[in-house]
């Protein structure tokens, strides 16, 4: 998608340059050269830069897309809605006055003494180092070992480090931790991992001031919107691995049942705790949890969130909804100097607890569940931080070379494959970033690509979803989507399937049906299908409102990373035009971007990717 934007701007700019002059011709193609575009669909083919730049092309069946005139008044206008509505979002409290009693200001010193910024300065800056010959050859045991030392480098433990307090903020009336208390709890949700956690990391800085217990509790519920078995034992297997190293840290890992408001304030009571600290997720029903929570929880202890899985946190890369990637990317860009920092190790806590708690009984766990257990799980996908960490070695290693250019064919390992592990927290983007970045002298364009997607798309989602409480309905449209989406509601739909059709790939379309056959067999489809995918739903079904709900049911029920505020962008976008622009006017779709089976053969080996599956399938049946 990020290509397809910037396809949209370089060609608004090559209508303005050929309509001058020479000079601007010439501009014009370096324009067209520099953007070197390896085109994601139907409306963004070569052919189409030049129609959508005004030169003819014979090749071109189909009218190029184009944006509409209007489009900007209409975009300031709405935006102005968004920003009007999100203006009375919570605003961050000052965070950080938690600390009760505790030499604050001697500690603030000695942190300024220590501070790792210098040593940040040449991991982080331009002088970043770069990749030596064994980062190629590395055994997976080396590559951990290495991450690992590099947060030894940084500083001895969290309690020496200066957190950035932008990070953190305070939702609860009381903001101080109370030093009567015997403990503080991390309640871990979207961020299912030990290192690399900025809320783990602040809770044991919180703990170590107060040199008290640090306890992490995870609330499990037993259903999750439309995720099945699949995503569950993913998740579970990957917190049995937190309950492990959480123990080899002198750290109780407690696994608690039912919402977080029921369970953590008896936990609380029981283990005189102080003060909570969690992570951080746009998405309206842990939103709910939280905001439950802050309510059940008494008057004197205080919750703090920090943002985890942002590299800038949500509330500070933007204070409104933006409009696209090209509103936020510079605000983004701009504050990476102060977040994109190496992490402190968080270490062997100090305060243990009295008693360690029992090993955890995860069959017990997954007892608890009420969910399909028909989706199977995937066996490409191990669940926990350390098969993260192999995928993005070999990623790093074999992939990264081709990301830049063919992440958009889909029978090519080209991509990261990190979304699985990304969505539930067992690695953090910020970690996969400072990796990739290493790479940069062999893979500069990629590892720019790379940044991109992960970065600014993904937080651009997660703005997306946290400023606008329809992110899920077309309700959450711009109104020229709207309007032109109800304009043509009543076009006649070259096909119509049901549910039940789609979910079992019975359509005309061959290439649709391996792609839905990818996503039920692997829980993954490839990032570029997702987008033809979608589309189709809408062509397909009898409104808009039911393209909407079944694209994200089969997400969410499949796929290992739904359930995610990209995959709700990832079907807003595709549907109803969220971060894009009106393009030329056509049947059932309006001014939504289009997507045909020709352009995808014009882009990649359409036959090979359809036998690919259609042989799995066959194999599946025997
Ligand atoms: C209809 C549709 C549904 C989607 N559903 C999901 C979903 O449920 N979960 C999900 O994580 N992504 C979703 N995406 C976005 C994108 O397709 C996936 O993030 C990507 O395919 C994941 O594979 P990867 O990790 O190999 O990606 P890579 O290309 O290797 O990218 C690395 C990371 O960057 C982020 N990223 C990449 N592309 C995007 C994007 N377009 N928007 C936001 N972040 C991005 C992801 O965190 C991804 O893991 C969806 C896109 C569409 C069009």
Not at 55 to 61: A, R, V, Y
Not at 171 to 191: C, H, K, P, T
Not at 570 to 595: L, T
């Amino acid at each position: 998608m990020a290509e397809q934007e910037e396809f949209a701007i370089s060609a608004d700019l090559v209508n303005k340059l050929r309509s001058t002059s020479y000079r601007a011709q010439v501009a014009y193609r370096q324009i067209k050269t520099a953007s070197n575009l390896t085109m994601a669909e139907e409306g963004s083919s070569k052919e189409e830069i030049k129609a959508a730049a005004g030169e003819s092309s014979t090749k071109t069946k189909e009218k190029a897309a184009k944006p509409t005139k209007g489009e900007k008044k209409e975009k300031s206008s709405s935006n102005e809605k968004d920003q009007k509505e999100v203006k009375d979002k919570q605003k961050p409290k000052n965070a950080e006055r938690p600390v009760r009693n505790v030499e604050k200001r001697k500690a603030e010193k000695s942190l300024q003494e220590e501070s790792p910024a210098k040593k940040l300065k040449a991991e982080n800056g331009a002088s970043e180092p770069e990749p030596t010959e064994d980062v190629d050859k590395m055994e997976s045991d080396d590559f951990i070992k290495k991450i690992d030392q590099r947060r030894k480098d940084v500083c001895e433990d969290v309690s020496k480090f200066k957190f950035n307090k932008k990070r953190v903020r305070v939702l609860s009336e009381e903001e101080d931790f109370s030093d009567e208390s015997n403990g503080v709890v991390y309640w871990m949700s979207r961020d299912q991992r030990v290192q690399d956690n900025w809320a783990f990391l602040y809770a044991q800085r919180l703990a170590m001031k107060l040199e008290v217990p640090l306890y992490v509790c995870f609330c499990l519920v037993p259903k999750f919107l439309d995720a099945t078995h699949r995503m569950f034992d993913f998740m579970l297997k990957g917190l049995a691995h937190v309950e492990k190293e959480c123990r080899n840290l002198n750290i109780p890992f407690y696994l608690l049942y039912g919402d977080a408001s029921k369970a953590i304030p008896p936990f609380l009571k029981e283990h005189n705790i102080g003060g909570v600290v969690t992570d951080f997720t746009p998405l309206r029903v842990p939103a709910k949890w939280v905001e439950d929570l802050k309510n059940a929880l008494p008057s004197d202890v205080p919750l703090c969130q920090v943002d985890a899985h942002n590299l800038v946190p949500c509330w500070e890369a933007s204070p409104k909804l933006e409009y696209g990637a090209r509103t936020i990317r510079n605000k983004i860009h701009n504050q990476l100097g102060q977040f994109l920092t190496e992490f402190p190790p968080l270490v062997k806590h100090p305060h243990p607890p009295k008693k360690m708690p029992s090993n955890i009984d995860w069959k017990k766990a997954d007892a608890t569940l009420q969910v399909d257990r028909s989706v199977a799980e995937v066996t490409w996908a191990k669940p926990g931080s350390e098969a993260a960490y192999k995928t993005l070695q070999s990623f790093c290693e074999k992939r990264l070379k081709h990301f830049a250019t063919l992440r958009n064919d889909p029978n090519k390992q080209a991509l990261s494959n990190l979304s699985p592990w990304i969505h539930f927290g067992q690695i953090s983007v910020q970690r996969c970033v400072l990796t990739v970045r290493l790479y940069r002298s062999k893979s500069s364009e990629s590892v720019n690509a790379f940044i991109e997607e992960a970065v600014i798309r993904r937080e651009l989602a997660d703005n997306f979803c946290y400023y606008n409480k329809h992110y899920d309905s077309i309700k959450g449209a711009y109104d020229w989507a709207k309007k032109s989406l109800a304009l043509h509601k009543g076009d006649k739909r070259p096909y119509l399937y049901t549910r039940d059709q789609l979910e079992t790939s019975q359509t005309h379309d061959d290439l649709w049906n391996a792609a839905q056959f990818q996503l039920v067999l692997e829980g993954k489809m490839h990032g570029f299908l997702r987008m033809y995918w979608a589309k189709k739903i809408l062509e397909w079904t009898t409104s808009p409102e039911e393209a909407l709900a079944i694209s994200i049911y089969l997400n969410d029920k499949y796929s290992l990373d739904g359930r995610d505020p990209n995959g709700y962008v990832g079907c807003m976008w595709s549907i109803c035009g969220i971060h894009d622009q009106g393009w030329a006017e056509r049947a059932v779709f309006g001014k939504i971007r289009y997507m045909n089976y020709q352009g995808c053969k014009r882009k990649f080996d359409v036959p090979g990717f359809v036998l690919k599956y259609k042989k799995k399938k066959m194999e599946m049946k025997k």
